[in-house]
């Protein structure tokens, strides 16, 4: 498969235990939030997006939380599975709101 | 399927010689972006689209060029390669820029 990164920091978790992914982001002009799941051989999947007039939000097994005040972001997977091992992206609008840019990713390994 | 489709996923090529990397999205979607993804520095915008024949820089556009004579495709091109230029490279579209994006596959491009 595809290398998406040599060096990234990784959180490994034991299956069935719920994983807490952290991103900070640079730009307090975002309005838009998103997660991207990368598995090996993949191009980025949407997992969830948030927009900065909420501070959470819910989706199938994972929950997105917002805090403003600190610029962070925060992505939590419930009842890891060994399929939610890959490579995970934070990204934010910027302040023209004409793109996405991403943050350096973390990749989350599914210990059986 | 909705989805974006690059070609080819690999090649292999020598300094100097132009390329030409297709993606095509069937989604009717107005954006499309090229990125670059690379081990430690993560995915970096090179080029975008705003629509047809609207095209602008991204955060590292030296060395590449793009055309958008269409609204479905978005051909990247490499005049004249060059070994800095071997990475990963994903084509995205949206239904609007900084917002949710559709990845697709990823080419490996490697310039010797």
């Known amino acids: 498969g595809e290398s998406v990164g040599l060096h990234l920091p990784t959180l490994s978790v034991?299956?069935?235990?719920?994983?807490?992914?952290?991103?900070?982001?640079?730009?307090?002009?975002?309005?838009?939030?998103?997660?991207?799941?990368?598995?090996?051989?993949?191009?980025?999947?949407?997992?969830?997006?948030i927009r900065s007039n909420m501070d959470k939000r819910q989706g199938q097994r994972v929950t997105v939380l917002l805090n403003k005040t600190v610029k962070h972001l925060s992505l939590q997977i419930a009842a890891t599975q060994p399929g939610d091992s890959a490579v995970y992206f934070c990204a934010e609008n910027g302040a023209a709101g004409n793109k996405l840019t991403f943050g350096g990713g973390t990749r989350v390994l599914v210990k059986p | 399927e909705a989805q974006v489709t690059q070609n080819p996923r690999y090649l292999i090529t020598v300094t100097g010689?132009?390329?030409?990397?297709?993606?095509?999205?069937?989604?009717?979607?107005?954006?499309?972006?090229?990125?670059?993804?690379?081990?430690?520095?993560?995915?970096?915008?090179?080029?975008?689209?705003?629509?047809?024949?609207?095209?602008?820089?991204?955060?590292?556009?030296?060395?590449?060029?793009?055309?958008?004579?269409?609204?479905?495709?978005?051909?990247?091109?490499?005049?004249?390669?060059?070994?800095?230029?071997?990475?990963?490279?994903?084509?995205?579209s949206s239904s609007q820029g900084g917002?949710?994006?559709?990845?697709?596959?990823?080419?490996?491009?490697t310039v010797v």
Not at chain 1, 20 to 45: R, T, V
Not at chain 2, 41 to 51: A, D, E, T, V
Not at chain 2, 99 to 109: A, D, H
Request: glycine share 8%.
């Open chain 1, 14 to 49: 034991q299956e069935g235990d719920n994983s807490i992914i952290n991103c900070a982001y640079s730009n307090s002009a975002s309005d838009y939030f998103i997660w991207y799941k990368q598995e090996s051989g993949k191009g980025p999947q949407f997992i969830i997006d």
């Open chain 2, 17 to 92: 010689k132009k390329l030409t990397v297709t993606c095509s999205q069937n989604m009717n979607h107005e954006y499309m972006s090229w990125y670059r993804q690379d081990p430690g520095l993560g995915l970096r915008q090179i080029y975008y689209s705003m629509n047809v024949e609207v095209t602008d820089k991204g955060d590292v556009p030296e060395g590449y060029k793009v055309s958008r004579k269409e609204k479905r495709n978005f051909p990247l091109i490499l005049e004249s390669p060059s070994p800095n230029q071997t990475s990963l490279y994903f084509c995205a």
């Open chain 2, 99 to 109: 917002y949710g994006y559709t990845f697709g596959s990823g080419t490996r491009l």
